[in-house]
Every structure is written in structure tokens, then in C-alpha cells.
């Protein structure tokens, strides 16, 4: 191998590339060199020919570390959250001092920073608290993955238990310790708890009682109450103060109602050695409108909004990140501020800004272009939308998408300001031929409005006189792709073949 992969930790794909390539070309004598070419297919030369990546690897790197784009990474500094991530450690300062912080509720639309917050506050929490040797622990719950109340106690019922196991076995290991010593050297036990060798044997017994009591819940089987008395008393085993971090908060609620926040909110009442507080993240701005009033009032004790981002504020996120994740001079000076631009139309979501921003470099990277561009993020940002349509459409339900399918037929056939009744007829005739059931106008309509908010088609209400009113419609996707994503769908496959038939009905 070349020198320079010994003093660089991380071999570099592109000299390591064209090492192989000077091998290839003769540069060094085969049967001196310790390079491995079992495997490698040679032409008739003896050289190597250019492979599938070679191309790819040859060009210089845009990326320094591209992990720093991706949502899972969890940055040190978040420029404009100040406000936000003060107020939290204000509230939250109390569990250091052994006191049950208020309920905080945070809300946001999407990518404006709120996990990213409560993940750092929650760090600076735990390793205070550690610090200072209070007990104090935070627990991050996904709501989006763990989306039951059963779900959700199982899993801190399951940290808490192997928590209190580690406590327990650490407990253990000194009461035995001691009970070897004192064995020999009565005194030993003087300054402890324990007057005599039997309160000692007692105690032992009781831990040894306790680890074997604590029995891990199952993900399934258990009544719900079982589930609650024994997350119940895992958390109670000893002092502590919990801050329940419940992310996605609206979409526990969404699938399963507010029982959890319910039964959490007034446990404290009930324990005797902890305290817990709960912390709801949602993107739903709206989702108290759904709880019980005692619920609402008792989460939303303390309320953070974490309002969207400007452009300028996209700018400096963007910056940040930029410097760590590409080389140097990999972008021209627009590209921050044009991903920034768009982002900032999509409701200042940071995420979207930092997927254009790694997309852009990619699709950059993909060219073998030297530098990103704007032209790179303007693809990057036809390309997230259209991947996004093709998600969207994707996962419809069938009857959208056999709604959606009369559109573009229509659309296909030239018809322009698409009316319910003319969609109504197609579907109608899809569904005979793919014996799907047929739903009501009224129904239709319905779903004409669903796609509609979803963006995929845009549709207006005209009034037609005395006849009433109707929606008038047209494709918002594009059409190529999105019959595509249709077709590939196994129950409208069939689609295809009756096409020249529902065409006939066109004619007529
Ligand atoms: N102020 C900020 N500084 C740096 N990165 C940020 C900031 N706000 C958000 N991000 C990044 O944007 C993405 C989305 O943020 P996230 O906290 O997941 O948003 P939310 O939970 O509100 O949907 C993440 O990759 C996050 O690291
Ligand atoms: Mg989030």
C-alpha cells in the first residue's frame, strides 16, 4: 500500500483507487509488491481493468463527513434556540435539587429543532446530575415507534428494571463484602446500618428477594394494569426524580388516546420515594384539543413554542454544519442560501434544509462535478419532492388511488378543468374492472378533498348557477411518475389492460 495510508487513520477511497490504477499500468513490479491480486480480473497485459467504481472513486471528494448532514446526528450547538433551551433548563433545574419539575409541553411544526433541543437539554441534565451525585434520569421515548400505552410502560418499566438490577447487585456485592469481614471481626460492622450479623443476613436475603421479584414485562400478554404496577414500582425502588420525555406526543395520542399521559400525570401522588415530570413534544399545535381537560391541564403546566425558522436563521444552521461536513471551497457562495430559501418556504423545517443541502452534494458528487452548485440544489429539491409524491402516493389507500388513476386518465386524455362528476364516471369503470367496491359520489368527493390537502391534486369549487356547485381539478404531480408508482401497485396492475376500454368511454 502507498505511505500515506499509514499516516492517515482513514484510507481515502480515492488514492486507494488509484494505487490500484498505477499497479494496473505497469508503475511497479508485480511479484515485489504485497498487494493481493487473487480476485482481481486482469486483461491480457496483466492490467486491471477499470471497474464499476473506479470512475466514482476517482473524482476528488466533496465530503469531509456526511453523517453531519444526516437527522440521526445530534449536534453540539444549535444556534437560535437559546430562548427555548433556557427555558427548559430553568424548569428542569429542579430535579437537581430533588424537587418534581412542572409538566412542559413543546410545540412546533416539524424540523424546527425540538428533538435536537430536549436531546441536549436532556444530556447537559444527566451528566449534571451525575456531577453532583443526584439522581436524576431522563427517558426518551419515541412516541411515533412506541405508540401504545402498553408499548410505552413496557419500556420504562424495562429501563427501570435493569436500572434497579444494576442498583441491586451493586447493593448486594457491599452487604456481602461486609458480611465476609464481619464474619471474622465482629466490629466490622460498627458505623453500618446493621447491629447484628442476623439484620445483616436479613438484608441480604431482601436484595437477593428484590432482583428475583423484578421480572422484565413482555412486549405483548400482559393486562395493562399488571404493566402499570410494575413500571409503577420499578420507578418507586428507590429516590430519584424521572423526566419522562415523551417525543411525537401526538401521535400516541393519534392511535391510542391520552390513558398513558392520564396514568402518568397523576402517579405522583401516589409514589413515595420518586417523582416524575413529563415532557410532551408535538408537532401538532393543535393535539390538547383532543385530551381530557385534566390532562391538558396537568401537561401543559409550562408551554414552549418553537416557532419556525427564517431563511437568514436556516443560514446559520446551515453554515454550521456545512463547515464540519464538506472539504473546503466544496460549495459556490449560493448554495447555502438558496437551500435556506427553500427551506424557509417549507415552513422553516431545518431537516428539509439539511437533506437538500447533503442531496445537493451527492447529486454533485454523482456528476463528478468539483464543486456544488446551484444547480445541484435546484435538482436536489426536484428530487426530494419527487421522492415525497412517490411516497405519498405510494401508501395511499387503494380507493385513493383509484381515484387518483380517473384523474390521470383524464388528464391524459386531454381534459382540462376536471369536474367531480366526469371522475366519478372513470372510477366507477376502474373499479368494475379491478372488482374493487364502488364508493359513493359523496365518498369520492371526499377523497378528491384528501388528495387535494395531500398536494396532489389541486382542486377548486366552482359554482355552476342554478346547477349547483362542483370541484374542478387537476394533476399537481407529475404525470409519468405518478401512474407509475399506480400501476406498480398489485391490486391496480390490472389497470393497464383495461386502459383501451375506459379510452372507448372517452370516445363515445
Ligand atoms: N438550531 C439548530 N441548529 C442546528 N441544527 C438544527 C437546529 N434545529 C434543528 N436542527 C437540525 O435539523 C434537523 C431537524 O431537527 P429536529 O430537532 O429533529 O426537529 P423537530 O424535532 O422539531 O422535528 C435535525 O437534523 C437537527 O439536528
Ligand atoms: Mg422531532
Not at 178 to 199: C, I
Not at 310 to 332: E, V
Not at 441 to 454: F, G, K, N
Amino acid at each position: 500500500m502507498e505511505s500515506d495510508s499509514g499516516t492517515n487513520p482513514q484510507p481515502n477511497p480515492a488514492t486507494d483507487a488509484s494505487t490500484d490504477i498505477d499497479v494496473g499500468s505497469g508503475g511497479r513490479d508485480r511479484s515485489s509488491t504485497d498487494v493481493d491480486f487473487d480476485g482481481v480480473v486482469l486483461d491480457d497485459d496483466g492490467n486491471k481493468n477499470q471497474g464499476l467504481f473506479d470512475d466514482l472513486l476517482s473524482g476528488e471528494p466533496i465530503f469531509e463527513n456526511k453523517e453531519v448532514l444526516r437527522p440521526s446526528y445530534t449536534p453540539h450547538e444549535l444556534p437560535h434556540r437559546n430562548d427555548q433551551i433556557n427555558r427548559m433548563a430553568t424548569i428542569l433545574v429542579s430535579a437537581l435539587r430533588g424537587e418534581t419539575p412542572s409538566n412542559i409541553l413543546i410545540y412546533g411544526k416539524t424540523g424546527t429543532g425540538k428533538t435536537a433541543s430536549a436531546k441536549f437539554v436532556s444530556q447537559e441534565l444527566e451528566s449534571t446530575s451525575q456531577k453532583y451525585d443526584v439522581p436524576c434520569e431522563v427517558e426518551y421515548i419515541n412516541c411515533e415507534v412506541t405508540d401504545t400505552q402498553y408499548r410505552v410502560l413496557a419500556q420504562l418499566a424495562n429501563t427501570f428494571i435493569d436500572q434497579n438490577q444494576a442498583v441491586i447487585a451493586d447493593r448486594l456485592d457491599r452487604c456481602r463484602e461486609l458480611r465476609s469481614t464481619a464474619a471474622d471481626d465482629s466490629t466490622a460492622l460498627a458505623d453500618t446500618e446493621f447491629a447484628t450479623l442476623d439484620e445483616l443476613d436479613a438484608r441480604i436475603d431482601e436484595l437477593e428477594a428484590d432482583a428475583d421479584e423484578m421480572e422484565e414485562v413482555p412486549m405483548t400478554g400482559w393486562p395493562t394494569d399488571r404493566v402499570y404496577s410494575t413500571f409503577f414500582e420499578a420507578v418507586d425502588y428507590h429516590e430519584r426524580v424521572v423526566v419522562i420525555m415523551l417525543d411525537e406526543i401526538d401521535k400516541l395520542v393519534e392511535k391510542s388516546g391520552d390513558d398513558t399521559l392520564y396514568n402518568l400525570s397523576r402517579m405522583n401522588s401516589e409514589l413515595d420515594r420518586s417523582r416524575i415530570s413529563i415532557m410532551g413534544i408535538s408537532n401538532d399545535l393543535k393535539f390538547t384539543d383532543f385530551l381530557d381537560p385534566r390532562v391538558k391541564s396537568s401537561l401543559g403546566e409550562e408551554e414552549i413554542v418553537f416557532p419556525p425558522y427564517d431563511a437568514n436563521q436556516l443560514r446559520d444552521i446551515l453554515q454550521h454544519r456545512a463547515d464540519i461536513a464538506f472539504k473546503q471551497d466544496a460549495l459556490t457562495d449560493d448554495v447555502i442560501p438558496l437551500c435556506a430559501a427553500f427551506a424557509a418556504q417549507e415552513h422553516g423545517d431545518a431537516r428539509r434544509a439539511l437533506d437538500l443541502l447533503r442531496t445537493a452534494g451527492e447529486l454533485a458528487e454523482r456528476s463528478q462535478a468539483e464543486i456544488v452548485a446551484e444547480k445541484h440544489v435546484r435538482q436536489a429539491q426536484d428530487k426530494i419532492e419527487l421522492d415525497r409524491v412517490v411516497e405519498v402516493v405510494r401508501t395511499l389507500p387503494t380507493q385513493s388511488k383509484i381515484v387518483l388513476f380517473a384523474v390521470i386518465l383524464l388528464e391524459k386524455n386531454g381534459v382540462h378543468n376536471i369536474n367531480t362528476g366526469e371522475v366519478f364516471n372513470i372510477y366507477k369503470r376502474l373499479c368494475e374492472e379491478i372488482d374493487a367496491d364502488v364508493l359513493t359520489q359523496r365518498r369520492v368527493t371526499d377523497l378528491i378533498s384528501e388528495l387535494d390537502m395531500l398536494g396532489i391534486v389541486n382542486a377548486v369549487v366552482v359554482s355552476k348557477g342554478r346547477y349547483g356547485r362542483t370541484k374542478e381539478m387537476g394533476l399537481s404531480v407529475p404525470v409519468e411518475e405518478t401512474e407509475a408508482v399506480l400501476l406498480s401497485d398489485s391490486r391496480l396492475g390490472d389497470i393497464e389492460n383495461a386502459q383501451p376500454f375506459v379510452q372507448a368511454r372517452f370516445d363515445n
